[in-house]
């Protein structure tokens, strides 16, 4: 199997060697990173080999992943020596578009971007990808079949990779969770039964959605009951402008994202 190098041992990277792990990869996996903490943290945890010279690593990839934060991708890309003979190389740097990377780190990489959600570390991630139209079929598959070890992928135009980055964040869980847990507390609920309670009425109601047969809307008109307590419970949400706050929390992410493309 190949070797893939990832750039940047933060906690992108460590959700995706656990979830590669968990899927009993057969890449070779080296990790760089500029804190010393960092990769001895790694090399423990996942059994994965460290380079603390960025070149060196670079020099080993067959596949690259950079997983820094957007505003460091310039920096590092400039800072690698004239790479020699093609890479496959992966961004996930959210709002940096293909044409930036390009112009960074220049021929021969070939550019992909991915975006893999943290939940991956336990086998049930969703992956995003997006490809220019010149990368083969082949390095495509590489990608794919790299990211599909430890979830879901799909393939999305990069004009749309903005709003997916936005929507698909796991932080919406874990976000709704606490407010409906805290919500649950205020009524009288011990914190343990009321996280257990929100996370049935978060999870578990998604997850027979998603494995059933029934439509959304047809789920919904089941649990909200005409002058029931879920009626009454979404009505008085609505009212207050949950579906507002939703689309507003959206819209901010979408400027976030493209302020970090570099200009």
């Known amino acids: 199997m190949s070797t893939v190098v990832f750039l940047g041992g933060g906690r992108i990277t460590s959700a995706m060697l656990a979830g590669l792990r968990l ?5 070779n996996l080296v990790v760089y990173d500029r804190n010393p903490g960092k990769l001895h943290d790694l090399k423990q945890r996942y059994a994965v080999a460290i380079e603390p010279d960025l070149n060196r690593a670079v020099k080993q990839a067959e596949m690259l992943i950079v997983a820094v934060r957007p505003s460091s991708v310039r920096d590092l890309l400039c800072s690698i020596g004239k790479i020699k003979g093609a890479r496959l190389a992966i961004s996930l740097a959210a709002g940096v578009p ?20 943290p939940v991956c570390r336990s086998g049930r991630g969703l992956t995003a990808v997006t490809f220019p139209r010149t990368l083969p079929p082949a390095d495509r598959k590489r ?26 964040s796991c932080s919406h869980g874990y976000h709704a969770l606490a ?20 996370a049935h009425a978060l999870a578990d ?46 819209a901010a992410g979408l400027r976030r994202a493209r302020a970090n493309a570099p200009r």
């Open 205 to 250: 109601g998604i997850v027979a959605w998603r494995e059933g047969k029934h439509s959304l809307e047809s789920l919904l008109e089941e649990a909200v009951t005409p002058g029931g307590i879920a009626a009454a419970t979404t009505a008085a949400m609505d009212a207050a402008g949950y579906g507002r706050a939703v689309r507003q929390g959206v």
């Open 98 to 117: 293909l044409r930036a990377l390009n112009k960074f780190a220049g021929p021969p990489v070939k550019w992909a971007r991915a975006m893999p959600s």
């Open 179 to 198: 407010t409906l847990a805290q919500a649950a507390q205020g009524a009288g609920l011990d914190r343990k039964t009321a996280l257990q309670a929100s």
């Open 143 to 168: 990608v794919h079949d790299l990211f599909a070890i430890f979830g879901q992928v799909v393939e999305i135009p990069e004009s749309k990779f903005d709003a997916f980055t936005v929507t698909f």
């Open 23 to 27: 899927g009993k990869t057969k890449h």
